[in-house]
C-alpha cells in the first residue's frame, strides 16, 4: 500500500505541475526560467575586446564581434546596415572609444549598456587608440565587462567573479613574462612604420626612437613628410632601432619603403595587426605570441653592428 500511495503522490504531482505550465503544452519549468538561461546578448564593435569578454562571460554570454579580419583597415571602416542592426539587438555594446570606433556607439539605441575601453581609463579622442595592447586597458576593462554582466546577470554575479579571477591569473603571469622580457633586453630600441604597438613596447620597456614628427603624423592618420621618412631610414640602416615594428593593416607604399630599409639593412621587423589574427584564441596568448617574435627579433638585432654611443638617438 505504500509503494502505490507514493506513486499515486508522484502522477498527482506531475499532473499537477503539468497543469500549472499549460497542460500538454508546458515544459514543467516556471514560465519566467527560460529567460533566466537565455546569454546576454553582448556585440563588441572590434574582436580584441570581443575575444576578452567572451572569456570573462563563458556560457552565460553571446558576443559578436563586428570587426575582426586583419584584412581590413580599421581606421577606415564603414559598417554594414547589418552591422548596425547587429548593434541595435544588443543587451552590452562592447567599444573602444578614443576616436576608434564612433560608428559603433552611434548606432545604440534603448536602454544598451555601453562598455567602453576608453572610459575604463580615461582616454579621448587623440589619444593612442590601440589600447587593448595596454596592460592597464585590459586589466580595467576585465573588470568594467565583469561588474556589466554581473549587473544584468545579478543571480550568475559568483560565476562572472570567478571567471574575472581566473582571467587575472593569466594576465599575471603575461605581465611575468613582460618583465622577465625587459631585463633580458635592457636598453632596447624600436621604430615603428605606426604606432600600434606602442602600449605593448611601452609595457616591455622598450624605447621608441621613430622621429616624433613622424609619429605625430601617423597618429593623426596623415602621411609622414619625406623628411621625417628620410630620418627613419637614416636610423635603421644606422641600426639605432634593435627592430621594427610593422602594422600590416596600414600598409602604403610608404611603410613598404620603410620595412624595405629594416630588410635591406638586416633589422627584424615584426609585423603586429590591430585585430586579432586567427589562432590565437585570447589577448593573453596574443600577447605572448608577440613578445616571443619581438623577444627573438631583438636577440638577432643583438648580433649586428652597433651604433657609437655618441650617435644614439634622443628623444
Known amino acids: 500500500m505504500l509503494r502505490v500511495g ?17 497542460g500538454s503544452q508546458g515544459s514543467g519549468q516556471d514560465p ?61 555594446l562592447v567599444a573602444n572609444g578614443a576616436g576608434y570606433d564612433d560608428w559603433a556607439t552611434k548606432a545604440v539605441t534603448g536602454d544598451t549598456t555601453i562598455v567602453s575601453a576608453a572610459d575604463a581609463v580615461g582616454a579621448s579622442d587623440g589619444d593612442n587608440p590601440h589600447l587593448w595592447f595596454s596592460k592597464d586597458a585590459r586589466k580595467a576593462m576585465a573588470r568594467e565587462l565583469s561588474d556589466a554582466f554581473a549587473k544584468t546577470k545579478p543571480d550568475e ?25 625587459a631585463e633580458r633586453h635592457r636598453n632596447a630600441t624600436y621604430a615603428a612604420t605606426e604606432s600600434v604597438a606602442h602600449y605593448l613596447m611601452s609595457d616591455l620597456k622598450v624605447r621608441d626612437v621613430t622621429p616624433e614628427q613622424y609619429t605625430q603624423a601617423s597618429l593623426n ?40 630599409t629594416a630588410h635591406k639593412s638586416d633589422v627584424p621587423v615584426v609585423d603586429v595587426s590591430e585585430q586579432v589574427p586567427e589562432g590565437q584564441k585570447t589577448l593573453v596568448d ?12 631583438l636577440d638577432e638585432s643583438a648580433e649586428l ?4 654611443s655618441s650617435q644614439s638617438p634622443s628623444k
Open 6 to 22: 507514493a506513486a499515486a503522490v508522484t502522477c498527482v504531482a506531475m499532473v499537477v505541475g503539468l497543469a500549472g505550465c499549460g
Open 286 to 297: 596574443w600577447m605572448t605570441s608577440l613578445i616571443s617574435e619581438m623577444d627573438k627579433a
Open 32 to 92: 519566467d526560467a527560460s529567460t533566466q538561461f537565455d546569454p546576454i546578448v553582448v556585440v563588441s564593435s572590434i574582436n580584441q575586446w570581443g575575444i576578452l569578454a567572451k572569456e570573462l562571460g563563458g556560457d552565460q554570454v553571446k558576443v559578436t564581434s563586428i570587426l575582426g579580419s586583419t584584412n581590413v583597415d580599421a581606421h577606415d571602416f564603414e559598417p554594414r546596415t547589418s552591422d548596425i542592426a547587429t548593434i541595435s539587438k544588443a543587451r552590452i
Open 157 to 181: 554575479g559568483r560565476y562572472f567573479s570567478d571567471r574575472l579571477e581566473d582571467w587575472s591569473k593569466s594576465e599575471a603571469g603575461l605581465e611575468s613574462t613582460m618583465d622577465d622580457f
Open 221 to 260: 592618420d596623415g602621411e609622414p613628410a619625406p623628411a621625417d621618412v628620410q630620418s627613419l631610414q637614416s636610423l635603421i640602416e644606422g641600426h639605432k632601432a634593435g627592430l621594427v615594428v610593422n602594422n600590416p593593416q596600414e600598409a602604403s607604399d610608404m611603410t613598404n619603403l620603410v620595412t624595405g
Open 305 to 308: 653592428p652597433q651604433p657609437q
